[in-house]
C-alpha cells in the first residue's frame, strides 16, 4: 500500500487460506465509479492456471485464463471494461496447475484517502453428500384399512 501524507502506511491482513483446487466465487466486487476489484494469486509451489469467470447482474459472462509463475504472485484488474458493474467472480484452477493461492482487494477512492478491503477465496461448498435412495413407493401409499 502507499504511505500516507504523514509518512505511516496501512496495511491488510487476512486469513490464510488452502490453495483453490475445485472452484473459488467471489459472490460480490464492483468496478468503475471509484471501484476497482483486484485478484492477488501466488503460485509458490509451482507454476498455476487459474480459470476466471465473471458475470454480471445482467447476465454476461466474460472469462480469462491466467498464468502464474513458479514462486510468482500477480495481481490482475477483475471485471468487466472501464464501465462500472457490480459482478460475481468464479476462479478455477485448471488441471495440471500447481498450487495456487488467492484473494480479491477491493478498493474505494474517496476525497479522505483509498479505503480496501481483502476477501481470501478457498473452494465453494458446491457439493453435497445424498443418501442412497431405493425405488420403493410403500412410504407413499397409505396402509391398508
Known amino acids: 500500500m502507499k504511505p500516507r501524507r504523514d509518512g505511516s502506511t496501512d496495511y491488510a491482513w487476512s486469513a490464510a487460506t488452502p490453495a483453490i483446487s475445485t472452484v473459488a466465487v467471489e459472490p460480490v466486487s464492483r468496478r468503475g465509479n471509484g471501484f476497482n476489484a483486484i485478484l492477488i494469486a501466488s503460485a509458490p509451489q509451482g507454476a498455476g ?6 458475470t454480471s447482474l445482467g447476465g454476461a459472462v466474460r472469462k480469462r485464463v491466467i498464468a502464474v509463475g513458479a514462486g510468482r504472485t500477480v495481481s490482475v484488474a477483475m471485471g468487466f471494461g472501464l464501465g462500472s458493474a457490480w459482478f460475481t467472480t468464479s476462479v478455477r484452477a485448471l488441471p495440471g496447475s500447481g498450487p495456487v493461492y488467492a484473494g480479491r482487494l477491493q478498493t474505494l477512492k ?24 431405493l425405488p420403493d413407493l410403500s412410504a407413499a401409499v397409505p396402509s391398508a384399512f
Open 49 to 54: 492456471q487459474l480459470e476466471l469467470t465473471y
Open 110 to 133: 474517496t476525497t479522505r484517502g483509498a479505503l480496501f478491503t481483502i476477501s481470501p477465496l478457498r473452494d465453494a461448498r458446491i457439493n453435497v453428500d445424498v443418501p442412497q435412495a
